[in-house]
């Protein structure tokens, strides 16, 4: 069995802070496992700018945002950048088994990081009735989609959700030339930034609706049209408020969920609730050594945020390997 | 006649009142900062975005290289600046804040690579 220091699992913002942070604070053995073929996880996707105003004080996009932080990584020898490499076990005693091409790898860490960030909700758990037709993507797929594989999902859009990256979405499918028929909103108000409310919605003549929800989509193959209707204080339909929007594609922007399900292997206590460790202290766990941070630990709205979050980590880990925590 | 804006130079989203006479912007009122005041006054005259897009690539590690515009350029020119880049075809390698057209559309604003190739 390999070992090592410190094991950061995830190189999006959160793993890539938390790895530096670490050897800034004298760990000199880190491993850093990434899934992609690139570092820099959601950022590389998110082409927007809005990144970056408090921690480097400078507006960036999301791939420039990402690029300080590989430019850092790469030019720091302690710090092994191991890509495609995906994890599939984790115990409790802080070994993990990795699979890259061609290997796998048990590894065991003095402490272990875990940066693995998060994954959208989905249709099923936004309930929403209907058939399942093609033309049905999470917001986040479209995003990726267009961005990294430079593919239109659909022409005719309805977005569910006024979640920042349902906003986003709805700019960047109508700068691609999409028609943006609506973005529907559950409740009275729109969960985004109010300047993405007016940068992507009002810049494009986008109608949003709140308090509405997505009865049912229609279509055989491909999507045809959804069924929406205003809704009360209970978020019930309200009777004979309904009506229909012919579209080609739905987006479903239903907010995000920690992705922490290796922990849970581990068998660390878990709000089941929210899907996040419970601890006393922020980026613990129960197992001691075994450290959260990022939008595995609480979804954050800001990039800046996470990266502020797993700079503690960092710390914490770098602390604990020294037995100083 | 009073106009209300959000500012959306930064996460704060300041709600913005400008006093306008003649198409032109007399007084702001609401901002926290000094952006909010020019972001209100562009707004009347002339309203500018940064703009964000992606550009084929061909025999690179990307498959599209993401872009922006290196700073806000006027909203009315979106959709044409959307149509020119989907004309671009970047065959070289390209790192982070390379120019990859200059003077874009001729608004002074370079098309810059943000990420590398
Ligand atoms: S006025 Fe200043 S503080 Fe307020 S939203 Fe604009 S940039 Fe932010």
Same mark, same amino acid.
């Given at each position: 069995m390999?070992k090592r220091?410190?094991?950061?699992?995830?190189?999006?913002?959160?793993?890539?802070?938390a790895?530096?942070?670490?050897?800034?604070h004298g760990v000199k053995d880190i491993?850093?496992?990434?899934? @992609?073929?690139?570092?820099g996880g959601?950022?590389?996707?998110?082409i927007?700018?809005?990144?970056?105003?408090?921690?480097?004080?400078?507006?960036?996009?999301?791939?420039?945002?990402?690029d300080r932080?590989i430019?850092?990584?790469?030019?720091v020898?302690?710090?092994?950048?191991?890509?495609?490499?995906?994890?599939t076990?984790?115990?409790?005693?802080?070994?993990?088994?990795s699979l890259?091409?061609?290997?796998?790898d048990?590894?065991k860490?003095?402490?272990?990081?875990?940066?693995?960030?998060?994954?959208e909700?989905?249709r099923?758990?936004?309930?929403?009735?209907?058939t399942?037709?093609a033309?049905?993507?999470?917001?986040?797929?479209?995003?990726?989609?267009i961005?990294?594989?430079g593919?239109?999902p659909?022409?005719?859009?309805?977005?569910v959700?006024?979640?920042?990256?349902?906003?986003?979405?709805a700019?960047?499918?109508a700068?691609?030339?999409a028609?943006?028929?609506?973005?529907?909103?559950i409740?009275?108000?729109?969960?985004g930034?109010v300047?993405n409310?007016?940068?992507c919605l009002?810049?494009?003549?986008?109608?949003l609706?709140l308090?509405h929800?997505?009865i049912?989509i229609h279509?055989?193959?491909?999507?045809?049209k959804?069924?929406?209707?205003?809704?009360?204080e209970?978020?019930?339909?309200?009777a004979g408020?309904q009506?229909?929007i012919?579209?080609d594609?739905?987006?479903?922007?239903a907010?995000?969920?920690p992705?922490n399900?290796?922990?849970e292997?581990a068998?660390v206590?878990?709000?089941?609730?929210?899907?996040?460790?419970?601890?006393?202290?922020?980026?613990?766990?129960s197992?001691?050594?075994?450290?959260?941070?990022g939008?595995a630990?609480?979804i954050?709205?800001l990039? @800046?945020s996470v990266?502020?979050?797993?700079?503690?980590?960092?710390?914490?880990?770098?602390?604990?390997i020294?037995?100083k925590? | 006649m009073?106009?209300?804006?959000?500012?959306?130079?930064?996460p704060?989203?300041?709600?913005?009142?400008?006093?306008?006479k003649d198409?032109?912007a007399?007084?702001?009122e609401?901002f926290?900062c000094?952006?909010?005041?020019k972001?209100a006054?562009a707004?009347?005259e002339?309203?500018t975005?940064?703009?964000?897009s992606?550009?084929?690539?061909?025999?690179?590690?990307l498959k599209?290289?993401?872009?922006k515009?290196?700073?806000?350029?006027?909203?009315?020119?979106?959709?044409?600046?959307?149509?020119?880049?989907?004309k671009l075809k970047?065959t070289q390698?390209?790192?982070?804040g390379?120019v990859?057209v200059k003077?874009?559309?001729?608004?002074?604003a370079?098309?810059i690579a943000?990420?590398?190739?």
């Open positions: 390999i220091d410190l094991i950061v699992v995830g190189g999006g913002p959160a793993g890539m802070a790895a530096l942070s670490a050897h800034e491993l850093l496992l990434e899934r @992609d073929q690139f570092l959601i950022l590389n996707q998110c927007h700018p809005g990144f970056g105003l408090t921690y480097f004080k400078e507006i960036l996009t999301g791939p420039e945002y990402a932080f430019k850092k990584i790469t030019a020898k302690d710090i092994e950048v191991s890509l495609k490499t995906f994890v076990q984790l115990t409790g005693k802080k070994v993990l088994t890259s091409p061609g290997r796998m048990e590894i860490a003095k402490a272990i990081i875990m940066a693995t960030g998060c994954r909700r989905t099923e758990m936004a309930h929403i009735a209907g399942r037709p033309g049905i993507f999470s917001a986040g797929l479209a995003q990726k989609l961005n990294i594989e593919l239109l659909g022409k005719e859009v309805v977005i959700g006024s979640g920042d990256i349902g906003l986003i979405m700019r960047r499918m700068l691609e030339g028609h943006v028929k609506a973005v529907i909103e409740q009275k108000v729109s969960k930034l300047r409310v007016v940068q009002n810049d494009f003549d986008i109608p609706y308090s929800k997505i049912k279509g055989k193959d491909r999507v045809e959804v069924d929406v209707a205003r809704v009360d209970n978020f019930c339909e309200i408020s009506f229909e012919a579209c594609t739905v987006l479903i922007s907010g995000l969920i992705e399900e290796l922990i292997m068998g206590v878990m709000d089941k609730k929210t899907n996040t460790p419970v601890s006393d202290k922020v980026n613990q766990t197992i001691d050594g075994l450290f959260v941070c939008n630990y609480q954050y709205d990039a @800046d990266t502020k979050d797993s700079i503690l980590a960092g710390k914490m880990a770098a602390e604990y020294r037995g925590l | 009073k106009k209300e804006f959000t500012c959306i130079e930064c704060n989203g300041c709600r913005l009142c400008v006093d306008v198409g032109k007399v007084s702001v609401g926290k000094p952006k909010g005041e972001y006054l707004e009347i002339n309203p975005r940064i703009l964000t992606v550009v084929l690539a061909e025999g690179l590690s599209m290289v993401p872009v515009t290196s700073q806000a350029i006027p909203k009315r020119l979106m959709m044409v600046a959307v149509d020119e880049i989907k970047i390698a390209v790192k982070v390379d990859i003077n874009f559309l001729d608004t002074d370079d098309l943000t990420r590398d190739s």
